[in-house]
Each structure stands twice: as structure tokens, then as C-alpha cells.
């Protein structure tokens, strides 16, 4: 009985870290880029969206798709390392093992 209760507090106490650092991932930032620079998107760690820099000399009235698909792959780009930051800052909690749902 006595393993059983050190097992359960331990697991709370890790809940409790792993809490701690999902909060913490609201703070940290990652940066995805498009364009060789002249697109960057600034997503958290909650992946959103906290800034958006179009450098002028990428804005065209005449291509105006092509923007967009400035625009869209900076987001794929940051999102993409929200999911990395993530992964990495979670990863200590399980190994490495993916855990549908945890996160």
C-alpha cells in the first residue's frame, strides 16, 4: 500500500510539472519565415499567432498571390516549430513517446 501512495504522489507531482510547463509555453516564441525573410510569422507555444512582418518590397498589387503564399507558408513554417518547441519541452515528461491526447 505504502509503494501505491509514493506511486500516486509522484504522479501528481508530475502532473503538476507538466502543467506548469504547458503555462510556460505561452511565454516562448518561434518564428517561421517565407521568402528568404521577407515574410516572418511569430506563433507561440499555444500556436497563436503573435505578429506578422511583411517587409515592402514583397508587396505587389499585381501579385498578390504570390503574398499569399508568402503569408501561408511563414505560418506552416512557425507552426510547424510551435509543434517542434513543444514536442521538445513536453518530451521530457513522457520520453519521446507520443501520447494521443496528453498534448
Request: no cysteine; glycine share 10%; hydrophobic share 40%.
Amino acid at each position: 500500500m505504502k509503494n501505491m501512495q509514493q506511486m500516486m504522489k509522484q504522479v501528481k507531482k508530475m502532473q503538476e510539472e507538466m502543467q506548469k510547463a504547458q503555462e510556460g509555453l505561452k511565454e516562448k516564441t518561434v518564428e517561421g519565415s517565407a521568402g528568404g525573410g521577407a515574410v516572418l510569422v511569430t506563433v507561440d507555444g499555444h500556436k497563436q499567432v503573435k505578429g506578422i512582418v511583411i517587409k515592402p518590397e514583397v508587396v505587389d498589387p499585381d501579385d498578390v498571390d504570390m503574398l499569399q503564399d508568402l503569408v501561408l507558408a511563414a505560418v506552416n513554417d512557425a507552426m510547424r516549430k510551435a509543434d517542434e518547441l513543444m514536442n521538445q519541452e513536453m518530451g521530457r515528461f513522457t520520453g519521446g513517446m507520443k501520447i494521443p491526447g496528453l498534448f
